[in-house]
């Protein structure tokens, strides 16, 4: 079973930066298609950005699209989210999600806060 770990949320103000993470505690994580997504109060989690195995393919919502950027370390397990532009509609949970290629198995972290209010 996957566990994940993500860390970086915190209060930002608008237009500012956050960098979150997730580490990974998976032996086969380069068979894993890594994702982020986000609950904001009162909404339904949706999909933010997403990463396959290997780092060919890679998505954004709409939303975040020229603002955020996904990156993966196969090496060190982990996934990255830099977000820049920050904006209040990105206030949130935000949740880390491991979908394992062959099996397909979904995996989810705890889940870590990103505030941007001023």
């Known amino acids: 079973q996957v566990q994940l770990v993500e860390s970086g949320g915190g209060l930002v103000q608008p237009g500012g930066s956050l960098i979150l993470s997730c580490a990974a505690s998976e032996f086969a994580f380069n068979r894993q298609f890594m994702s982020w997504y986000r609950q904001a109060p009162g909404k339904e989690r949706e999909f933010v950005a997403g990463?396959?195995?290997?780092?060919?393919?890679?998505e954004y919502s709409d939303s975040v699209k020229g603002r955020f950027t996904i990156s993966r370390d196969n090496a060190k397990k982990t996934v990255d989210l830099q977000m820049n532009s920050l904006s209040p509609e990105d206030t949130g949970v935000y949740y880390c999600?491991?979908?394992?290629?062959?099996?397909?198995?979904?995996?989810w972290g705890q889940g870590t806060q990103v505030t941007v209010s001023s």
């Open positions: 999600n491991a979908r394992d290629i062959l099996t397909s198995k979904n995996a």
């Open positions: 990463i396959s195995h290997f780092g060919a393919t890679i």
